[in-house]
Nanobody, 116 residues
Framework: VQLVESGGGLVPPGGSLRLSCAASGSGFSIYRMGWYRQAPGKERELVAHRTSGGSTNYADSVKGRFTISGDNAKNTVYLQMNSLKPEDTAVYYC???????????WGQGTQVTVSS
């Protein structure tokens, strides 16, 4: 399974960005897709994820500001990020857990920088 992310960039505080991640390959089925992020000097942390059944989970730090959605037919997940703060600055990584094998797959990461 290959994951390709897009949508990162530089945005001022209070701004918005939308990240996209598309999974491709053959012979797989997605169980869950989502986003982690890693800021300089910090550990990678969960931002949000979404199961193929539509259940979602968010980190407390982004609740009410970020929304994860997806298109199962396209094996794609989106992260709408509003009211961005400087502390949201990080590399955002798409991940997917897929069958066969309930394996975990990662994208290359996309930089999000929130700064004036």
């Amino acid at each position: 399974v290959q994951l390709v992310e897009s949508g990162g960039g530089l945005v001022p505080p209070g701004g918005s960005l939308r990240l996209s991640c598309a999974a491709s390959g053959s012979g797989f089925s997605i169980y869950r897709m989502g986003w982690y992020r890693q800021a300089p000097g910090k550990e990678r942390e969960l931002v949000a994820h979404r199961t193929s059944g539509g259940s979602t989970n968010y980190a407390d730090s982004v609740k009410g500001r970020f929304t994860i959605s997806g298109d199962n037919a396209k094996n794609t997940v989106y992260l709408q990020m509003n009211s961005l703060k400087p502390e949201d600055t990080a590399v955002y990584y798409c991940y997917a857990r897929a069958n066969p094998g309930f394996a975990e797959h990662w994208g290359q990461g996309t930089q999000v920088t929130v700064s004036s």
